[in-house]
């Protein structure tokens, strides 16, 4: 099982006490997002977790944990979101200066193939426009390029709920253009760019298709093959294998105005009441008469003999 924390919250950020306090207990609880009442219980022994994707804006707070991820046993690498818009676009991130910081040192602890940065969404308009993405994401890839050894980019996508004249649609001709200097610059640094849940117009200019929960690297990192599946609860540009997401929608404090994962700054504040380092449920408490349901999961450990 490769366990996913999280694409619906930043749990490294916000939660990361609650995360260990799981990993001794053995198990977490999650609600079903589509289904309420539905609560699940997945084991979390090391023994079927085969490895943790972490995904996170800003992992300051789990710096002091990973020795307790690697006593307890656990593989797991970083999908690190780090961009150069201002509190304008991300309101409730550190200093971006302290986050590259932070950035580094996480790889300096576990290895620069376990650190993918991520270069998304991509804004454009009047302030972000190409020349200031030109400039800022070389200036990332001096600060970076000895710290990573990918890049995946996305471009942003309009979900309805989004209400900001920030945000505009983005033409293919400035996705090629955007992917042309993109690609040429991260190879500079040593740097492969690829994309997330985009067209594959972008691979004739350098950029391959991302899989953001990556059967290659997991099992580079794990020393085994594995036996998984293409997500299909995906979108059908993603590239990503199946995982077991233990996040919750709105709960993340990042303030991002691009986000698909919180539905008003509202339910963010009353939810995180909710949050109890030492509970079960990353929000709230399994109702009297809420019934829990114990997932099937086993390690993804392909145990069929390869003959070279």
């Not at 676009?89 to 576990?110: A, H, M, N, Y």
């Not at 400039?135 to 309805?160: A, H, M, N, W």
Request: aromatic content about 12%; glycine content about 6%; proline content about 3%.
């Amino acid at each position: 099982m490769i366990l996913s924390a999280s694409r619906r919250t930043d749990i490294p950020a916000y939660y990361s006490e609650w995360l260990i306090n799981r990993l001794r207990a053995g198990f977490v609880l999650t609600r079903n997002p589509m289904n309420h009442a539905q609560v699940s219980k997945i084991l979390l022994s090391p023994d079927v977790v085969d490895c943790i994707v972490f995904w996170t804006k800003d992992p300051q707070n789990m710096l002091d944990k990973l020795d307790v991820l690697d006593e307890l046993g656990y593989r797991y690498y970083f999908q690190f979101t780090l961009t150069p818009y201002d509190k304008s676009v991300e309101k409730g991130l550190r200093d971006k200066e302290e986050i590259i910081k932070t950035f580094c040192e996480l790889s300096d602890r576990i290895g620069k193939d376990k650190v993918v940065w991520r270069y998304d969404p991509i804004i454009l308009n009047d302030k972000f426009d190409f020349d200031f993405h030109k400039e800022q994401f070389s200036r990332l890839c001096i600060k970076l390029g000895k710290y990573t050894r990918q890049c995946t980019i996305s471009f942003v996508d309009l979900y309805p709920k989004l209400k900001t004249d920030i945000l505009r649609e983005i033409s293919m001709d400035e996705m090629i253009e955007l992917g042309k200097m993109i690609s040429s610059t991260a190879k500079d640094f040593g740097i492969a760019a690829k994309a997330c849940c985009e067209k594959s117009f972008l691979y004739e200019y350098g950029i391959q298709q991302a899989s953001c929960i990556d059967k290659g690297l997991i099992e580079s990192i794990c020393g085994y093959s594995l036996d998984i599946k293409r997500d299909k609860n995906q979108r059908d540009s993603c590239g990503c294998y199946e995982s077991i997401d233990i996040g919750a929608y709105n709960t993340c404090r990042n303030g991002c105005i691009y986000c698909y994962a919180n539905y008003s700054d509202v339910y963010v504040v009353n939810n995180c009441k909710k949050h109890d380092p030492q509970g079960e449920l990353l929000i709230g408490r399994v109702g009297d008469n809420e019934k829990i349901t114990t997932r099937n999961v086993k390690t993804s450990k392909d145990g069929q003999m390869k003959l070279f």
